[in-house]
């Protein structure tokens, strides 16, 4: 039988690396990766409290986040794309322009 | 199976069905006009703006709740409702020009400046967290590509980048609030979190402690508080200035909505515990935006971290709460919203195509050579920095008036500190414009009937509700009731 | 019911394992792929917890959708990205702390107080009921996100196609 407790923490864990992926990686795309992961570990936060709790709001819910996600990631590498245009670098460290 | 047919009630919603629509109309209009052409698709927008608006006012008095209670029709969203509509149309109406002159006057601009709306007005109804973050995400997402409208320019991808994966993140953690706070009492529902919380449930859940530690994170970073502002500079700065000015103002009311609806309303009962938290973040928020904007040259990035500070004092009147908290926040963002519309619009006209003229060296000497805008722009600094008699000086002082009749004396002053502090740099520009001699190179600047009604609304309502407040108070004590009721 | 934990411990590992990869691999491809299996693995969690409508919408959403386009994003721009490239910014230890602290904060708090919830009653069938939720309870979030695709839509059109003239 595994509790609900179990599941909190994988996603509190797949949240916490998102996170480490978010504010280290340099690569673009390995941080729109990261942030996937932690929407997942939301998701999975969802699904777990929605069946715990015999709601099926949880899994609704989660059905809109899955809309949400694949809406930023088109928007995200459209922006993507024109940088690219603009100046071949995928490397945030290199996109920084504007300091102070 | 059998399915009962939800009560869809399209009367309550009907101004946001007008806006999406007119997205709609905006959208195939834009295929039949020529490339240059592009002008009537404002004021198509401007022609639903104003029937939104009209099609809000029966809603006032109505019934209270719609759509299983996900969204409510209270004073409380019908005011904040009407003030997106209105910093949409002035968004509008100074963007023309400027779209035109840097040749980016393409149909989707307002399509997705509508779409915003759309998004601002359900954070200012949503009842459920669903109907909020679906909201949020809508505004958000329409924000991103107008972040990186000019695409080619390198500054204004790195802005929509920017903004976009700060926006990103900070959805995760919101979300993450959320779902704790699913957790902790099984619904989304606002309403329904109330009546749990009221009814005496264990308030120390951690899942609640956790939730509403997130959902401050959250919103945190959507309203660029301190440590969560370091994106707004560079995303404010590189974007469209006439997008920079919708964000600054309406993303940060929109963002503020929900705020007050789920912290003042819903988890009222743990005020105690978050209170403590806001203070520190309106503390270091005040200060970092004023300290910082003091060290800027260029007056879109000053303009932004000034509206980080401002963030901070709306924060000091979140703290104090109540009645007197809750209505100054609303008279605040209007005011807000106003002064910081009208300066962007003089940051437009001031500007030239290829060379937007946005240094403060670039501004000397305009108070003779233009004016009018100058004296706009003059009225402006005053209302930011909070010199009577303007909106900027009654915003501030029922804000801090709120937070020491709560009992935050200290807050209160570091407030007022702060304020004095900003006075610096706000004045600054109009020292550059009247005491400076003009550069040789400004030329003349053209403007447009949309660019100077804008201006005319701004300092109109700034001066306004700087001497005349009563009847906007009035009405915001009225709107923050069905909160704290 | 003596299977279901070892299948758990084994789609967490799965899970744990790839998320690491994604987040700490040199080669941008083997993270891609890597986010595949992780989100395979969260789709067997959500089997696991009777969500089987969810499982399938997963792997269909976010491995058939938001990798694939991951994957064209990686080739487009792959000049950017091959091996060689700094990969790590100066800031791991500091988020390593800060996300270490955030798991660690939550991990506490949940250990705290989880309340006995590890009760499963069979529910109902998933597909209907989630098809009848969508449709009553939840009808405007649902019109709002076709909106909100809606204007993803135009937005990435909008930034990505090509200048005709």
Redesign the interface.
């Known amino acids: 039988m595994v509790p609900l407790s179990a599941y909190l923490i994988l996603s509190a864990f797949l949240f916490a690396t998102g996170v480490v992926g978010v504010a280290t990686r340099r690569n673009v795309l390995i941080i729109f990766m990261s942030i996937e992961l932690m929407l997942n570990a939301v998701n999975l936060a969802f699904v777990a409290f929605s069946r715990f709790l015999h709601s099926m709001d949880g899994q609704i819910i989660v059905l809109f986040v899955m809309t949400v996600a694949a809406a930023e990631v088109a928007v995200g590498l459209a922006i993507i794309i024109a940088l690219f245009r603009n100046k071949e670098t995928v490397d945030v460290a290199e996109i920084n322009l504007m300091k102070w | ?1 059998e ?4 009560p ?1 009630d399209l009367g309550a ?1 009907t101004p946001e069905l007008i806006v ?1 629509g007119t997205a709609l109309v905006i ?1 195939l209009v834009d295929l039949f006009l020529p490339r240059d052409r592009k002008t009537p698709l404002a004021y198509l927008s401007l022609l639903g703006l104003v029937l939104a608006f009209a099609a809000s006012l029966p809603l006032w008095g109505r019934a209270r709740y719609a ?2 209670e ?2 409510s029709l209270d004073p409380f969203s019908l005011f904040f409702s009407s003030l997106f509509l209105l910093i949409a149309a002035l968004t509008i109406l100074i963007s023309t020009n400027y779209l035109e002159r840097e040749e980016i006057h ?1 149909g ?1 601009y307002y ?2 400046l509508l ?2 709306t ?2 601002m007005m ?1 954070l200012a109804k949503g009842m ?1 967290l ?2 909020l ?3 949020l ?2 505004l958000s ?2 924000l ?2 107008l972040a ?2 000019m ?5 204004s ?2 802005s ?2 920017k903004y ?2 700060l926006g ?2 900070a ?2 953690f919101l ?2 609030g ?3 706070l ?2 902790a009492t ?3 529902n606002l309403k329904k979190v109330a009546v749990f919380l009221g009814k005496g449930a264990p308030l ?4 609640l ?2 939730g509403a530690g997130l959902l401050i994170v959250g919103f945190g970073f959507k309203v660029a508080t301190v440590p969560f502002h370091m994106w707004a ?2 995303v404010y ?2 974007a469209p200035t006439s997008v920079t000015a919708f964000m600054i103002a309406g993303t940060k009311a929109a963002a503020f909505s929900a705020f007050l609806r789920i912290f003042l309303y819903s988890l009222a009962p743990l005020k105690p515990n978050w209170s403590a938290v806001l203070w520190v973040l309106a503390v270091l928020t005040m200060t970092l935006g004023n300290v ?1 904007a003091i ?1 800027q040259q260029n007056i879109k990035r000053m303009l932004a971290y000034s509206s980080i500070a401002h963030a901070g004092y709306i924060l000091v009147a979140v703290v104090a709460g109540g009645e007197l908290g809750g209505s100054s926040i609303l008279f605040y963002l209007l005011a807000y919203a106003l002064m910081n519309l009208g300066a962007f619009a003089v940051v437009i006209l001031l500007g030239q195509k290829g060379e937007e003229n946005l240094n403060l060296p670039d501004y000397a000497g305009v108070g003779y050579r233009h004016p009018l805008p100058a004296l706009a722009m003059a009225i402006f600094m005053f209302s930011l920095a909070g010199i009577p008699p303007t909106a900027g000086f009654m915003g501030k002082f029922y804000v801090f008036s709120a937070a020491v009749k709560a009992g935050y004396i200290g807050l209160a002053i570091i407030g007022v500190l702060n304020s004095v502090v900003s006075v610096f740099f706000y004045l600054r520009v109009t020292v550059m414009m009247y005491m400076r001699e003009p550069r040789a190179e400004v030329g003349p600047i053209y403007t447009s009937p949309a660019l100077a009604a804008a201006l005319v609304i701004a300092v109109w309502g700034t001066l306004q509700l700087g001497l005349f407040p009563g009847r906007l108070l009035e009405l915001a004590l009225r709107s923050i009731r069905p909160l704290l009721g | 019911m003596s299977i279901e934990l070892p299948v758990f411990y084994f789609l967490a590992a799965i899970t744990i394992g790839a998320a690491l990869i994604v987040v700490l691999g040199r080669n941008i491809v083997h993270c891609a792929f890597s986010l595949v299996l992780a989100f395979f693995g969260v789709a067997g969690l959500y089997v696991l917890l009777d969500a089987e409508f969810l499982a399938a919408v997963q792997v269909l959403i976010y491995v058939g959708g938001i990798t694939i386009l991951l994957l064209f994003a990686i080739m487009l721009t792959s000049r950017a990205s091959g091996p060689g490239v700094r990969i790590l910014n100066e800031q791991l230890g500091l988020s390593a702390l800060i996300a270490g602290g955030l798991f660690f904060l939550l991990i506490y708090a949940l250990w705290k107080g989880i309340p006995a919830l590890a009760i499963k009653v069979p529910t109902q069938a998933n597909v209907p009921t989630i098809g009848r939720v969508l449709m009553t309870s939840y009808v405007l979030p649902f019109e709002v996100a076709s909106v909100l695709l809606l204007a993803a839509l135009v937005g990435a059109l909008i930034l990505a196609r090509k200048e005709k003239d």
């Open positions: 199976m399915i009962t047919l939800p869809v919603i999406t959208l759509f299983k996900s969204i393409r989707e399509a997705l779409f915003a759309l998004g359900l459920d669903v109907v973050f679906l909201g995400e809508t997402i329409s991103y590509t990186g409208f695409r080619a320019r390198l500054r991808n790195e929509a980048l976009l994966l990103a993140f959805s995760g979300l993450y959320i779902a704790f699913y957790g099984g619904t989304t120390s859940d951690p899942f402690f956790i500079p560079d700065e590189g910082v060290a």
